[in-house]
């Protein structure tokens, strides 16, 4: 069972819900926070009404309330950014260092590595006539939580958040997306926010992307913060094998990076040690 959480106080998180209910039947099984629980098929959508990067241990909460216990949690939201640029994405969720934004500090929760690079790429797909970019974001914000968890997102502001195409096409997403879990798992380290190296690979090459680890978290952080980073965020992931943005470093940096990760007895991968996508 994978849970769709959906915030009242976040209106985009409203627009994908009800598009989803536009969609297909879905049956009211039960009550959660005095708001209906909705089935269809191996999904249930769950309504809360605070923001939910606050929803710490929601996890914990459905299973006590409904007696069930997710494969994963899919909260629907909105995006912000500065740029304002029309955007969809998909991310995993926790703090490397502060928790400014919900969770807890230096706490990452669990990655959903498989299902969240098929949403991905199935989101790509559905997006494709929309003025709309695509891509993962790195791993940031709350709220805490023991399962797996994944935001997907429309942003960049206001003005797109009550967009129904955009909406739409998460829903389709959502509904549609085919998980492929043979492929390998990678964390993603260096880059900026948006993670366009780690988005480039997912739509390329036969990969799972979990944790990723921008360049601006690691930014005057010891040597043993870094190795803590990367060791929570593999865990987390379940991965062995780390995907680096070589060249949002200095080559010594990336140099100095791959020593590191290789004593850890961590594979180091690039696009051309991984299968293309058929």
């Not at 039960?30 to 605070?50: K, S, Y």
């Not at 909260?75 to 998909?90: D, E, K, M, Q, Y």
Request: glycine fraction near 6%; charged fraction near 25%; hydrophobic fraction near 40%.
């Amino acid at each position: 069972m994978k849970v769709l959480l959906c915030s009242e106080a976040d209106n985009a998180s409203v627009n994908i819900r009800d598009r989803l209910l536009e969609l297909v039947d879905w049956t009211e099984t039960g009550e959660f926070d005095d708001r209906p629980v909705l089935n269809h098929d191996d999904m249930a959508i769950v309504t809360i009404q605070p923001l939910h990067i606050h929803a710490e241990e929601i996890d914990r909460r459905i299973r006590d309330k409904l007696g069930i216990e997710p494969e994963a949690i899919i909260f629907l939201s909105r995006h912000r950014a500065a740029s304002g640029i029309p955007t969809l994405t998909v991310h995993p969720i926790g703090n490397h260092r502060s928790a400014d934004f919900g969770g807890r500090e230096r706490t990452l929760v669990p990655a959903s590595p498989h299902l969240m690079t098929a949403l991905l790429r199935r989101l790509m797909e559905e997006a494709r006539d929309l003025p709309f970019e695509v891509s993962f974001e790195v791993t940031h914000h709350g709220p805490y939580l023991n399962i797996p968890s994944i935001f997907i997102e429309i942003g960049s502001d206001e003005s797109m958040w009550d967009d129904q195409e955009a909406a739409m096409a998460i829903a389709r997403t959502i509904l549609n997306v085919q998980v492929e879990d043979r492929y390998p798992i990678v964390i993603g380290l260096g880059g900026g926010h948006y993670a366009p190296r780690f988005t480039e690979a997912a739509m390329a090459r036969k990969v799972s992307v979990g944790h990723m680890i921008p360049s601006y978290a690691m930014k005057g952080a010891e040597t043993h913060e870094i190795q803590e980073m990367i060791e929570r965020a593999t865990e987390a992931s379940g991965a062995t094998m780390v995907y680096i943005h070589k060249k949002s470093m200095k080559r010594s940096e990336a140099t100095s990076m791959r020593e590191m990760l290789m004593e850890a007895g961590l594979e180091v991968v690039d696009s051309k040690d991984l299968e293309p996508l058929e």
